[in-house]
Nanobody, 126 residues
Framework: QVRLLESGGGLVQRGDSLRLSCVAS????????MGWFRQAPGKEREFVAT????????SYADSVRGRFTISRDNAKNTVYLQMNSLKPEDTANYYC???????????????????WGQGTQVTVSS
């Protein structure tokens, strides 16, 4: 069992930056692919970014590519999402997720993930 706890969300202005953190407990995540999804009110949960178990491969949604960076520190059981140049349309609850599949195959789909955190709210004002 893996438990995921996100932090780092908040209220910021357009153009600001935030770094989200996700700390895993229960067991190590070094063999897990990790991801970030987000869900805005009234919308479906959508893929944001994913990183392979070893950290050598990443994938991003088109809407965040070039602005967001996913990274991980397996020694600290932590995954990060650095978010730069934030826009009001980035406003959402951001969820950290873990998959027992270590590669990025299928990792843009929420169905590929086995564990989810409770989320951290990011609000970007204009």
């Amino acid at each position: 069992q893996v438990r995921l706890l996100e932090s780092g969300g908040g209220l910021v202005q357009r153009g600001d930056s935030l770094r989200l953190s996700c700390v895993a407990s229960g067991r190590g995540i070094r063999t897990y692919a990790m991801g970030w999804f987000r869900q805005a009110p009234g919308k479906e949960r959508e893929f944001v970014a994913t990183i392979s178990a070893a950290g050598g491969a990443t994938s991003y949604a088109d809407s965040v590519r070039g602005r967001f960076t996913i990274s991980r520190d397996n020694a600290k059981n932590t995954v990060y999402l650095q978010m730069n140049s934030l826009k009001p349309e980035d406003t959402a609850n951001y969820y950290c997720t873990a998959s027992t599949g270590g590669t990025l195959s299928g990792m843009r789909s929420a169905a590929s993930y086995d564990y989810w955190g409770q989320g951290t709210q990011v609000t970007v004002s204009s």
